[in-house]
């Protein structure tokens, strides 16, 4: 199989930094719009200064020394940035939570094990449910659970009764929940 990608030096400057979202695994010592030059150029005169090498060995592992440590400060600033980020959705995740176990816990009439386990089953079946009613394809089938308990939140949200939902396709005489077609 060929070699893909760039053949000039170029094209290789242009596409090295592709893969660059965090920078945490980035070899490069400044990530574009993130870093700023001037601030690695001090940084390491800094270290090299700091370390005072003596000869070729010492000059390579104090380079190398102020490239690792740049690496680490980068780390932990993206670490910051990540905590802070999760505590922002950490409120809306509790309240997302908070909103599904209300719909769930609502509907359960027993703290039976098996009670539970049927109640979350039909709260899955009625999001799925749900979750096709919205999508709105064309030829797309529900379970009857998710099909019964789609309509019973739209009527709950609608403000109707469930039982004064007429659904196409099921006779007049016959109760839409007890429908198996």
């Avoid at 390579?60 to 400060?73: F, G, N, P």
């Avoid at 998710?146 to 196409?168: M, N, R, T």
Wanted: aromatic fraction near 4%.
């Amino acid at each position: 199989m060929a070699k893909r990608g760039p053949k000039t030096e170029e094209g290789k400057t242009i596409v090295r930094l592709n893969a660059v979202q965090h920078g945490v695994l980035s070899t490069t010592p400044v990530i574009p719009d993130v870093e700023r030059e001037e601030d690695w150029d001090a940084h390491r005169a800094g270290m090299v200064a700091s370390l005072a090498p003596q000869g070729y060995l010492e000059a390579t592992l104090a380079e190398r020394i102020a490239l690792l440590l740049w690496r680490l400060q980068r780390v932990a600033r993206y670490e910051s940035g990540a905590i802070a980020s999760s505590q922002e959705r950490m409120v809306e995740d509790l309240e997302n939570r908070l909103r599904v176990a209300r719909f769930v816990f609502h509907r359960l009439h027993s703290v039976q094990p098996e009670d539970v386990e049927f109640e979350m089953r039909s709260a899955r079946d009625t999001v799925r449910g749900l979750a096709l009613l919205l999508e709105g394809k064309d030829g797309q089938r529900l379970s009857g659970d998710g099909a019964c308990g789609a309509l019973d939140v739209l009527a709950k949200e609608a403000g109707i009764d469930s039982d004064e939902i007429e659904v196409a396709g099921v006779p007049d005489d016959v109760e839409w929940e007890c429908f198996s077609g």
